[in-house]
């Protein structure tokens, strides 16, 4: 299983676009990339994921280069309502191949 | 979307006691689910794999006859945390993945269940 680094903690404010990257050096061709957030006392929540290139939907891109050896998720205009913990997984696709997490990203969105 | 749902969300017990935290698949059959346990300002800890009926697979240092998991259904798994103790209070969150969806798709947790041994 690939492992995954992320910067411990980020802080923002209101309106800004924030970046959060993530390094998985040892990435395998059949992984995925997925970020997920989460609420204090809740479930994960997916936010977004991708093979390669650029992902985007309605809440979220993701930029993956060409060698795949890390990721970027980009928040555009957040709110405080962002202020959340944000993992970066790498895995294979299929229900039975489990999910590990790393320490995850604690962003701060501030007024 | 496809959803996961766990009961209860809050539980508080008696040390000595043993509690039941459920895991169901409302609308796709999950063959297989995970568990994890986080403690506070911590990451999600993998703790097993339960397997539809079969036996569960444990991460390594997680006591398997201290949590027992039961995948009877393909759409309900049971993580039963026996003789609870005060160091098992914690979160527990289960996690599956609809295998009838192309590659590439992602996990759905529950919300999660607050256990508080006292």
């Known amino acids: 299983l690939a492992k995954t680094t992320q910067p411990i903690s980020m802080d923002s404010y209101e309106g800004q676009e924030v970046n959060i990257t993530c390094s998985h050096n040892n990435i395998a061709t059949n992984d995925y990339i997925t970020w997920y957030q989460q609420f204090p006392s809740q479930g994960p929540r997916f936010i977004i994921q991708?093979?390669?290139t650029k992902v985007t939907n309605e809440v979220a891109s993701l930029f993956i280069p060409a060698d795949r050896k890390s990721s970027t998720l980009s928040l555009p205009r957040v709110s405080l309502s962002d202020t959340a913990v944000y993992y970066c997984?790498?895995?294979?696709?299929?229900?039975?191949?489990?999910?590990?997490f790393g320490a995850g990203t604690r962003l701060a969105v501030h007024p | 979307g496809a959803v996961v749902s766990q009961h209860p969300s809050r539980v508080i017990c008696k040390s000595g006691t043993s509690v039941k935290i459920e895991c169901r698949s409302l609308?796709?059959?999950?063959?297989?689910m995970f568990w994890y346990r986080q403690f506070p300002k911590q990451s999600l800890m993998l703790m097993a794999t339960?397997?539809?009926?079969?036996?569960?697979?444990?991460e390594q240092g997680v006591e398997k006859d201290k949590f027992l998991i039961n995948h009877a259904s393909l759409t309900l798994s049971t993580l039963t945390v026996t003789s609870a103790h005060p160091e098992d209070s914690s979160f527990y969150i289960c996690s599956a993945r609809d295998p009838g969806q192309g590659a590439g798709t992602e996990a759905f947790f529950g919300q999660g269940t607050r256990l508080t041994v006292v």
């Open positions: 609308d796709f059959q999950a063959t297989t």
């Open positions: 339960s397997n539809e009926g079969s036996k569960a697979t444990y």
């Open positions: 991708g093979y390669k």
């Open positions: 997984l790498v895995a294979m696709s299929g229900g039975y191949n489990k999910l590990i």
